[in-house]
């Protein structure tokens, strides 16, 4: 959609072609929660902790074999999320909706699981994001658990290679012991697949490779957009490749005032693009108009067919 010359053309990424007839906003409320400036390097507060863990179903525990997923080291702060989620919460909150910000500790996985079944209308996650294709994990590095077990399906096993970077994940990565009762930080889109999130209208991934996963003949791609999907989510805005801290901060606060002022998905999207190329710095300089720092980010199942209609 962003080769040259195609811009006269109205052309939409689909999981299914069953959303020309039923694609549209969903009806949901002006709920949203952002997560963002998360602290990987964080301790386990108790009370934080046990009052995640009392919201949650003993079946959404799980905990990523980190150790063979090359994940090792630990993740650095992303110093532009926090600000990113701030601008984007202010913006929501002046268009009345209601804002809940996970960030620093607050971030955790625990802390998203516990959105399962809450009806929110957005989600915002804006952290380090991971993709290893079948290949990277045949290695003896990137070796999982699930990949020997005969009796689970390809696609459950293409949904731990993929994931997303939650508060005090660091512990893990570093090849700490967890105490028992905590979850590892590592949000995989298995477990994605297992929360409840159905009316959740768009989901908004600015993380590095969301977009990402092991493409099946007939089925789509199975990573993070796949564990989206089936928890329910409608429209999902996601990268290719790993993407620049500022740039993203940039992008995305811009889409979101374009939405909120009334434009669709994919004209907010196309539109903060537009101004992220146009961007000039303290020098007065283009700094952003290479599509290494644009054209990462796309679109799935944004057509909002009334909008598109009109």
Known sequence: EYLPGMEDYNIYRLSSTRELVTGGKTETKNRAVLYGGLRYDAGFDKSVTEKSLA??????????????????????????????????????????????????????????????????????????????????????????????????????????????????ANHIL????????????????????????????????????TGLGDIAQGEGVF???????????????????????????ILMTQFYRNLLSGQSKRQSLLNAQKNLREYRNANGEQCYNSPKYWAAFILLDGFDKKLEDN
Not at 79 to 97: M, P, R, S
Not at 175 to 191: C, F, R, S, W, Y
């Open 55 to 168: 919201m949650l179903d003993e079946v959404f525990k799980e905990r990523a074999n980190v150790r063979g997923m090359g994940l090792r080291g630990g993740k650095e702060y992303l110093k532009h999320t926090k600000e990113e989620v701030d601008i984007i919460g202010e913006e929501l909150n002046k268009a009345n909706w209601k804002c809940v910000l996970d960030s620093a500790a607050m971030g955790t996985e625990e802390s998203f699981k516990a959105l399962s079944g809450r009806k929110i209308g957005c989600l915002h996650i804006s952290t380090h994001g991971f993709y290893y294709n079948k290949e990277e994990a045949d290695n003896a590095r990137y070796k999982f658990m699930l990949i020997d077990n005969c009796m689970v399906s390809a696609e459950d096993k293409a949904l731990t290679r993929s994931g997303l970077v939650m508060s005090g």
């Open 174 to 209: 570093e090849d700490e012991k967890l105490p028992d009762n905590v979850e590892d930080g590592i949000l995989t889109a298995k477990e994605i697949a297992d929360v409840d999130l159905r009316g959740l209208d768009l989901v908004v991934l600015s993380a590095c490779q």
């Open 223 to 249: 990573g993070l957009q796949r564990g989206f999907k089936k928890a329910g989510a409608n429209s999902i805005l996601m990268s290719l490749w790993e993407v620049d801290d500022k740039a993203t901060q």
